[in-house]
């Protein structure tokens, strides 16, 4: 891949995003001092462009723009080594939660589109059924993203197991949770909320 | 004698389909050890990964609103997804830390949030609320001669002051339950690594990598199966195990078990009450060959 050049100056620093990701993510992104140790115990980073330590260095150098355009932060696991080992208490984890979230409601330039298709089935599922019925969520998955033989030999296996369910209970409360997305929409609507 | 156990279960949407087998052999399990557990009418997913992967308010408001449907159930929250146990230990953890963001919540959910209500691993119910010394009384089957390889992944212990459930780094909490059963359990190195998780549907090869890595040390300290406390980490061991083995030309023939099924079969439960037969690397023959079936 061939690497875009980083200048750092006044115009191309945007600390405004950083406070931002650190009110969200509720911890000092600031605080980091790059000892690595969230990089070392990350069982992702060999899949990212960008390894943990280095997503926070951008960030502090106002680089947010450069950690957005990559599959860094979709390709963390939320497994929360990171935000365990880290000796200043940064939370890392949460802050890729953060930027996730900015990513996603700016519809964001990054390149990973299958795990963001994942997550937007996911919470449409939570939304009109209140649950989580995997194999709807796995067969639309592979419409939506043209893969339609993937873990095609897996399902019949799974049928048999009785581990698909193709009928299954229904919540008799649905109406509160569409009130729930409604409420947060509303909120944010009239920027109580973020 | 100490009153009797009774909790407000929460499955959570994995073990009403690809982890129905877990769903059963807690029912059977707890019912066995004559503890109560009554499931939360109409509970909602908690919005798992996804969920605070992209929308943090909407992640806490879903386990808030489940925090309160439990609230009106009887005794302490039992949780057997390791994801599930975690979203709702982090949603207390954040909204006792950030009043912000619980009024944020108590808005979305129109309701105050249930701080205080206490929300338990199975594991921890066994281990503490029943006790190591009640469960080795109630084993009249001990596992003998069974060497388990205890699986943590993420979620059960990570991150510091979250779940409290043990020990981030060095925990030993599935170690303590399943020996006190009688079993054997080995030292390994990937206890704690994590398998990939819900990348098994957006990004499969990141499960298959890092799942491999997981049955090759279990494999490598000797185990004869892995345990589990968490549906994501069983489907990437159990159902991929196939598929790896295919990836990576190796034989691990790997059964992996739920912890209730395993402590199941100590108290005597049969194939049938524990869904042994749902597993998709079979565990027949193990269990046969250790005279525990």
Redesign the interface.
């Known amino acids: 891949m061939k690497k875009k050049k980083m200048v750092i100056s006044q115009e191309t620093m945007d600390v405004d995003f950083v406070r931002k990701v650190e009110a ?1 993510a ?1 911890t000092s992104v600031r605080r980091c001092f790059q000892c690595g140790k969230c990089s070392a115990g990350c ?2 980073a060999t ?1 990212m462009e960008h390894p943990p330590n280095r997503v926070v260095r951008l960030l502090q150098l106002g680089q947010w723009r450069r950690v957005l355009e990559g599959r860094s932060i979709w ?1 963390c ?5 990171c ?2 080992r880290c000796p200043n208490k940064v ?1 890392l ?1 949460s802050i890729m ?2 930027l ?2 900015l990513s ?1 409601d700016a519809e964001g330039p990054s390149k990973e589109s ?2 963001q ?3 937007k089935l ?2 449409q ?2 939304r009109t059924y ?6 709807r ?2 067969a639309v ?1 592979n419409v939506k993203s043209g893969q339609f033989l ?2 095609l030999m ?1 399902g019949p ?2 049928l048999a ?5 193709m009928f ?2 229904k ?3 649905l109406s ?2 569409e ?3 409604t ?2 929409e509303e ?1 944010r609507k009239k920027g ?3 | 004698m100490k009153t009797l156990l009774n909790y407000s279960y929460y499955p959570g ?2 073990l ?5 087998e877990y769903d059963l052999s807690t029912r059977e399990l707890f019912n066995a050890l004559g503890i109560g557990l009554t499931e939360i ?5 908690c ?12 992640s806490l ?2 386990c808030a ?1 489940n925090l309160e449907l439990a609230d009106k159930v009887e005794g302490d929250m039992a949780v057997a997804c390791a994801s599930c146990f975690s979203r709702l230990k982090t949603t207390q953890h ?1 909204l006792t ?2 009043e912000v ?1 619980r009024k ?1 919540v108590e ?4 309701a105050p949030v249930k701080l205080d209500s206490s929300v338990k691993h199975l594991l921890e119910i066994l281990a503490k609320d029943l006790g190591l010394e009640r469960l080795a009384t109630a084993a009249n089957k001990p596992l003998a001669g069974l060497k388990v390889a205890c699986y943590y992944g ?2 059960l212990t ?3 002051d979250v779940p409290n459930l043990d020990c ?2 060095a925990p030993t909490i599935m170690e303590r339950v399943i020996e006190a059963v009688g079993a054997e359990t080995v030292a390994w190195t990937h206890r704690l ?2 398998c ?4 098994t ?4 090869g ?1 499960v298959i990598q ?1 799942t491999n890595a997981i049955l090759e040390s279990a494999k490598a300290a000797g185990a004869d199966c892995i345990m589990v406390g968490c549906p994501l980490c069983h489907g990437n061991l159990d ?1 991929r195990q196939k598929e790896i083995e295919g990836v990576y030309n190796a034989d691990y023939n790997m059964p992996v078990f739920y912890l209730t099924q395993l402590v199941g079969l100590s108290v005597g439960l049969g194939a049938e009450k524990l869904g042994l ?4 690397v079979n565990p027949m023959p193990l269990l046969k060959e250790k005279g525990l079936l």
Not at chain 1, 161 to 165: A, F, R
Not at chain 2, 196 to 199: D, E, H, L, V
Not at chain 2, 277 to 280: K, Q, S, V
Request: aromatic share 8%; with cysteine.
């Open positions: 969200l509720d069982p992702m899949f390709y696991a939320s497994c929360e080594t935000s365990t939370q984890a939660d953060a996730r979230k996603w299958y795990v298709l994942a997550n996911f919470l599922n939570i209140g649950r989580q019925y995997e194999m969520l796995a998955f993937k873990d897996l296996k799974l197991k009785g581990k698909l369910k299954h209970s919540n008799k409360n509160e949770i009130k729930i997305f409420r947060i909120m109580e909320a973020l | 949407c994995s009403h389909a690809s982890a129905s009418p109409d509970w909602f997913c919005g798992a990964t996804p969920a605070h992967n992209v929308d943090e308010l909407l408001s879903l609103k954040v830390e950030n963001k944020q808005t979305a959910i129109n993420c979620l990570r991150p510091t981030t780094e690594e994590c990939g998780a819900n990348f549907l957006s990004r499969p990141v890092l159902i037969d749902a597993m998709i």
